[in-house]
């Protein structure tokens, strides 16, 4: 069987490298891929959003399954036109996808489907979202006895003393596509506006910033659920645990994600089958309901909350860095789980194999990151260990310049590792973060310490 994996991040070389273990595969390509991909597969220089492109390779190669691994792709119709094409392709439509285009979208889908959720209200232009937050929002309490405010000036500017830190932050979100970063937790008036403004006056996130939603901020600890579906038939994958915030001790600006850990001790089986009988299913059905029915990874970012878990996000493909620790302990043959799921033939599928170890994913990242940072630099240290079973380097942006891999991406480099419990998996993916060198490398230094946190309580 040959398959193409689309995309070119730490997510695809996972995919990439744990599709090629199948041995009912004899060709992987990925499109466009890295320097690691160019190691485990064959890299094809077509852009990940070129969808005529991809569709006639995949023809000319007669590809047996396709695989897209980032959102934008997803959103712009891929599956649609690979179907149209008579050619199988593991993920959702246009229309199923628009859970991840549109956050909008996906709040109304979970309310119809009476999914748990944080409250919000939507806005379309900056002068609207500006009163809520000085009237509404006051206090950072979604109230509505707040007496009206000064608006303030047409260019938007506050004509008022701005209000010290909210006692309950909210949080504010671009609607649309942003690359993990269109999110912002906001703890006074003016840290809200400020980000309000960005998405509409300062074009932030293009027109992913054309519609903002203003949420109350939940409380607890997060967790990233995955499941494989093929319309029907649900299959989850082990809980994860990400890390978004830049900084030790989350703290600092969104990121895409700078590391994770597979499993986390929040998510216990008894809760497992909570998630799924109160967020997965009602989800499956109403889009189903709604004439959309939802094929691939539907990804459930979820806040474990004293009223129990509620959705913060859905994704509509694998997390990334969530994939690389997940993969690594999975032992089914990942393509004919996700060949199945492309099929409808979910319900067939035998009960998941796993790795009793933990495994920790470490994201090295280039200076600057999530803000701007500089390309090009030689990575030293990459074949200083060789990868294993047991351990292996991802590449999220790299490439290869004249014989030299480099740094291309903001996120670069995903050290994943196995152990005998979590402490020895997170030494063991440090204990190769130090081998690894590029001129501004950095990475947080306590991903996987939230395990050690207590369990919410239910």
Not at 29 to 56: H, M, Q, W, Y
Not at 395 to 406: C, D, E, I, K, S
Not at 434 to 449: Q, Y
Request: hydrophobic share 40%; charged share 20%.
């Amino acid at each position: 069987m040959k398959v193409l994996v689309i995309g070119q991040g730490g997510r695809e070389h996972a995919l990439a490298w744990k599709l090629a273990q199948s041995p009912l595969v004899t060709h992987v390509f990925c499109a466009p891929g890295n320097a690691g991909t160019a190691r485990d597969a064959v890299n094809v220089d077509i852009s990940e959003c070129d969808i005529p492109a991809l569709l006639k390779f995949a023809k000319q190669e007669q590809i047996d399954l396709t695989i897209p691994g980032p959102e934008a792709p997803l959103v712009a119709g891929i599956v649609d036109a690979f179907r149209e094409a008579d050619l199988t392709v593991f993920g959702p439509t246009q229309a199923a996808a628009q859970l991840e285009g549109s956050k909008l979208f996906a709040k109304q889908v979970m309310k119809a489907a009476k999914v748990p959720t944080a409250d919000y209200a939507s806005f379309d232009d900056y002068q609207s979202a500006y009163k809520y937050l000085t009237e509404r929002c006051a206090g950072g309490r979604f109230a509505s006895n707040i007496p009206p405010m000064n608006i303030g000036s047409s260019s938007g500017e506050i004509t008022r003393k701005t209000r010290p830190e909210w006692e309950q932050p909210v949080v504010v979100k671009a609607d649309g596509l942003a690359a993990g970063k269109g999110v912002k937790v906001c703890h006074s008036e003016a840290e809200a506006v400020e980000f309000v403004k960005s998405c509409f006056l300062g074009s932030a996130f293009g027109q992913a910033g054309n519609r903002v939603l203003i949420e109350e901020c939940l409380v607890g600890e997060e967790a990233s659920i995955l499941a494989i579906i093929d319309g029907k038939t649900i299959i989850t994958l082990e809980a994860a645990q990400d890390h978004k915030a830049a900084y030790d001790g989350d703290t600092g600006p969104n990121t895409g994600g700078m590391g994770a850990y597979c499993p986390t001790p929040l998510v216990s089986p008894e809760l497992m089958d909570s998630i799924t009988h109160s967020v997965l299913i009602p989800m499956v059905h109403e889009m189903k309901r709604r004439g959309t029915p939802f094929t691939g990874v539907l990804y459930a970012g979820l806040m474990l909350t004293r009223q129990g878990p509620k959705v913060l996000e859905f994704n509509v493909r694998f997390g990334d860095p969530e994939t690389q620790p997940v993969l690594m302990r999975l032992q089914s043959d990942i393509f004919s789980l996700l060949y199945a799921a492309a099929n409808g033939r979910l319900r067939e599928f035998e009960e998941l194999r796993w790795d009793p170890r933990p495994a920790v994913c470490v994201v090295m990242a280039s200076e600057g990151y999530p803000g701007e940072y500089q390309k090009g630099f030689p990575i030293r240290g990459l074949e200083a260990v060789e990868d294993s079973t047991d351990l292996k380097v991802f590449h999220a942006g790299t490439a290869l310049v004249n014989q030299n891999v480099v740094n291309t991406g903001g996120r670069v480099l995903g050290v994943t590792a196995l152990g005998d419990d979590l402490d020895q998996a997170k030494l063991n993916a440090y204990a190769r973060v130090k081998t690894i060198r590029w001129e501004g490398a950095w990475c947080r230094k306590d991903i996987s310490d939230k395990a050690r946190r207590p369990t919410p309580p239910s």
